[in-house]
């Protein structure tokens, strides 16, 4: 079970859009729809952004979507905030092991 | 409001066994659809998952750790436990419980457990 791939770091200004891969193969992101993301801020613990893909735990924003097509799953920031700078990880369950991505520094010029 | 607080040494001798207890407040685990896990994040570097437990004691475990790591629940103390055997200083990490399902949410603060004789 490798770890999926993420970019190691993306940019953008305040108000722009940014989006965040995360590529496996055709036998764990391609095979199943249980991909979740997690923001973590300096010292902080992981926070649940999007799980099942494309679901928004309550309380999250709007401006945080998920999407997958083939074997990449994707995390969207629209209207990029300072707040948003912050670490973040894709997460893949098969039902039998848990693999993450290997994180993506998302810096707010 | 569900919460986890993970407890332990934080310094464990190479070889020996490192033990974490993680105290779920908010739930009972036995009265519950979701299993429990553990994470650990080496510093500066990303997440890993340890393995996953349901209240009756079903247990999944990464592979690359099999070998070591037993999870353990008592679900009177409402606590879920890791052990993890002859650790080397590639095991210093912050470790992380959580409530899972297929997903990680929420998590427990963390703590440093730093290998070191």
């Known amino acids: 079970q490798s770890a999926l791939t993420q970019p190691r770091s993306v940019s953008g200004s305040p108000g722009q859009s940014v989006t965040i891969s995360c590529t496996g193969t055709?036998?764990?992101?391609?095979?199943?729809?249980?991909v979740s993301w997690y923001q973590q801020h300096p010292g902080k613990a992981p926070k649940l952004m999007i799980y099942?893909?494309?679901k928004r735990p309550s309380g999250v924003p709007d401006r945080f979507s998920g999407s997958k097509s083939g074997n990449t799953a994707s995390l969207t920031i629209s209207g990029l905030q300072a707040e948003d700078e912050a670490d973040y990880y894709c997460c893949l369950y098969t039902g039998t092991y848990t693999v993450f991505g290997g994180g993506t520094k998302l810096t707010v010029l | 409001q569900l919460q986890l607080q993970e407890s332990g040494p934080g310094l464990v001798k190479p070889s020996e066994t490192l033990s974490l207890t993680c105290t779920v407040s908010?739930?009972?685990?036995?009265?519950?659809?979701?299993?429990w896990g553990w994470l650990r994040q080496p510093p500066g570097r990303g997440l890993e998952w340890i393995g996953t437990?349901?209240?009756?004691?079903?247990?999944y475990y990464n592979p690359s750790l099999k070998s070591r790591v037993t999870i353990s629940v008592d679900t009177s103390k409402n606590q879920f436990s890791l052990e993890l055997n002859s650790v080397t200083a590639a095991d210093t990490a912050v470790y992380f419980c959580a409530r899972s399902y297929a997903w990680f949410d929420p998590w427990g603060q963390g703590t440093l457990v730093t290998v070191s004789s």
């Open positions: 908010g739930v009972s685990i036995s009265s519950s659809i979701y299993y």
């Open positions: 099942d893909v494309s």
């Open positions: 055709s036998s764990d992101v391609g095979a199943y729809n249980y």
């Open positions: 437990i349901y209240y009756s004691g079903s247990t």
